[in-house]
């Protein structure tokens, strides 16, 4: 393997949660600004940007957010932010209000690069003799640190780092073989993940027992049988936070037979379920005309999610439209009527 100081260093990585107490210099935090910026970007657009915290109480509340008391002892916390404002703000100071000026791509764009940000800063600390560590849990609770940080829309908060002099060193956590990760042309399905893994198993077993600190035992296959059921609620509902800073998620109802799932094997009886009413009171009966009138966003919702409904259009003030159920609204939609009333349900709560 070719072999110089910079991968040298990215070799040695490991994350550091315990710093002395010891500011950086303006020197070094100019440096990495600098190598922040100069990070790759999508269609050179630039969208994300870096909110420093320096704020004693933020920092405590960012930490009662990520559940990670050490987060108010870190020296620099840096928090990335996916921004689509900037330049959404430019248009509309040049009268130009582009309709996928927050669509998907944009913010996945904007994402995109507040990660290789992210990632380019950490190669920085580590190249300077410093440690850090990521906090992907800054995203327990998206909607207060929006609130925190003051995010306008158009924004997200994505990643924060946590960076200063180690006061420790960890051991190098071992990585499975690049073989599990690394394919050729395309993804390489294992017959058995858990026979592929048993050797790694093993060394991360030795590497728990033998560590100086936090002494456990487990393995890989162990760790994900009781870490990946873990979640938290409002985790789960990350893309209504995205929503509402501003984003157009633009989705169309997806008939479950054409989304591709992973389940266990279907119990041998099985409970019909018969939709009679939801829990704001909708049944397949209930009027759609006084529907619209009472939550007018939820026709505009409807002909995003499904072409399907672009009938509703013509139907406007007709005695159709007034006589017209939900039943048959979802009959339109081709949609089990229950999963229409679901994401309506959905969309109202949002508001």
């Known amino acids: 393997m070719i072999m110089n100081e910079t991968i040298k260093t990215q070799l040695e990585h490991r994350s550091i949660r ?50 990670q008391p050490y987060v108010v002892d870190v020296p620099e916390l840096w928090i990335f932010v996916a921004d689509v404002f900037r ?8 009268d130009s209000y582009p309709e996928n000026r927050n669509d998907m791509d944009k913010f996945f764009q904007a994402f995109s690069d507040s990660v290789l940000a992210a990632q380019n800063v ?10 850090g560590v990521f906090f992907g849990s800054i995203l327990n609770d998206p909607e207060e640190m929006i609130k ?11 990643l924060g780092i946590g960076f200063g002099y180690p006061d420790e060193k960890p051991d190098k956590k071992p990585r499975m073989s690049s073989e599990l990760k690394v394919f050729e042309n395309q993804y390489k399905i294992q017959e058995s ?19 100086e600190t936090n002494f456990r035992y487990d393995s890989f296959t162990n760790h994900v049988y009781t870490k ?3 979640t938290r609620e409002n985790r789960t509902k990350i893309m209504n936070f995205i929503r509402k800073q501003g984003f157009e998620l633009n989705l169309e109802y997806i008939p479950e037979s054409e989304i591709r799932t992973m389940f266990k094997k279907a119990p041998k009886v099985v409970e019909e379920h018969v939709f009679e009413e939801s829990k704001m009171g909708f049944k397949a009966e209930s009027g759609v005309r006084e529907l619209f009138d009472k939550y007018p966003f939820v026709k505009d919702y409807l002909l995003v999610i499904n072409p399907r409904f672009n009938k509703l259009r013509t139907l406007a003030g007709t005695v159709e439209l007034s006589q017209m159920n939900m039943q048959q609204l979802a009959d339109m939609g081709d949609m089990p009527v229950d999963s229409l009333i679901y994401m309506i349900e959905s969309r109202i709560d949002e508001e």
Request: aromatic content about 8%.
């Open 18 to 67: 315990k710093f002395k107490q010891e500011s950086l210099s303006k020197d070094i935090i100019e440096t990495i600004i600098n190598v922040a910026n100069q990070t790759s970007s999508s269609v050179a657009m630039q969208t994300f940007s870096i909110i420093r915290i320096t704020d004693k109480e933020k920092k405590k509340a960012i930490a009662d957010i990520c559940m």
């Open 87 to 94: 330049n959404a703000s430019i248009l509309a100071e040049l």
């Open 122 to 131: 950490m190669i920085a600390v580590e190249s300077l003799g410093l440690g």
């Open 148 to 158: 925190i940080l003051n995010l306008p829309e158009y924004t997200f908060p994505v």
């Open 193 to 211: 993940y858990i026979k592929a893994l048993k050797d790694y198993d093993k060394i991360l077993e030795e590497y728990y027992k033998n560590r």
């Open 228 to 230: 990946f059921p873990l």
